[in-house]
């Protein structure tokens, strides 16, 4: 389809970006799955060409552009399959925190790092014993003079070995009533004494991502590292949760697409009762409905883009685009990979690491049962 929401200027910055992920991004994927991890030097060189924070201002160091241009990051990250490469949740998710609720003072510190690849952040909301009920939090922040004093662990941590600067969620007020009252967000720089990380995880899927479990042990954070007032923390999470919902449908949506165009090249030039597999009447009918769906996504996401954009609340909508894009991912996936036959269970081929990457999209950001627990009180229900 043509798309309407990009000018002239986003057409070539996406040709860049296109070209360096070509050059910088895919002759290392498998290299860097074996390691778990992403170089730092990619960081810093997708800084260097303003591929990181793209919408910030340039008195914070950044390119002065608009959302549009992390758009035009995620999809043609998403369109190589660069899984490991986690710009859009540096970019996109964690520094908006910083941006938004930081005082100017932390904002002249941290965000001209954070544009060059120089400070990589993470965000640590998750726990071992608590998922998407973030009020339910027990790591500690408790005040004590100039200090406050960490006590917990997180885990599922993207970017957490890489991570320079985490904004992590805490209990301020332990005793909170309502819960979500006493939960504040702090930066954390990685060199704090009694913060320590833990080891990489190993996943199903998102090979050359490090996600990683965080560890809090008297770690004292100066008080001035608190975002906003105390307190306030689940109401900020709440405002920034419609962008990250967004940033995933984002990547759902072009991974899709880039899974239906490669399977496509397949069916066409494999074989089998001598012709073509792209002849056969079942595979011409999956794939239609597959290329159907994936057209309807394109239509609502870059409206939702559009409204996002806009400035307009569309938290309903978000959550909307969040569950079915990441659902409508997995079924793609799944439907094209039948297609490849033995060969789709085979790890050297793109179809089935593409496969187990799908895995994990309708748990991230908050899973699908939650988006639509969301809706329903949206609608009133």
Known sequence: MERT?????????????????????????DVWEEANIVPRELWKSGGAQGYLCPWLEAEYGGPGADFLYSVIVIEELARVRASGVAFSLHSDVVVPYIHSFGTEAQKRRFLPGCARGEIITAIAMTEPSTGSDLAAIRTTALRDGDHYVLNGTKTFVSNGH????????????????????????????????GFRKGRILKKMGLKAQDTSELHFEDCR???????????????????????????????????AEAVLDYTLDYVRERTAFGKPIGKFQNTQFKLAEVATEIEVGRHFLDRLISDHVAGKSVIKETCMSKWWHSDMQKRVVDECLQFFGGYGYMLEYEICKAYLDARVMPIFAGTNEIMKTIIAKQMGL
Not at 167 to 190: F, M, N, Q, R, Y
Not at 236 to 251: D, F, H, N, P, Y
């Open 5 to 29: 929401i990009f000018n002239e200027e986003h057409s070539l910055f996406r040709k860049n970006v296109r070209a360096w992920a070509e050059r910088e991004i895919v002759p290392y994927k």
């Open 221 to 255: 954070v100066p008080a001035e590292n608190i975002l906003g007032e105390p307190g306030t923390g689940f109401y900020m999470l709440m405002q920034k949760l419609q962008q990250e919902r967004l940033v995933v449908a984002i990547g759902c949506q072009t991974a």
């Open 162 to 193: 890489l991570g320079d600067l985490f904004v992590v969620a805490v209990k301020t007020d332990p005793k909170a009533d309502p819960p979500h009252a006493g939960v504040s967000l702090i930066l954390v720089e990685a060199t704090t004494p």
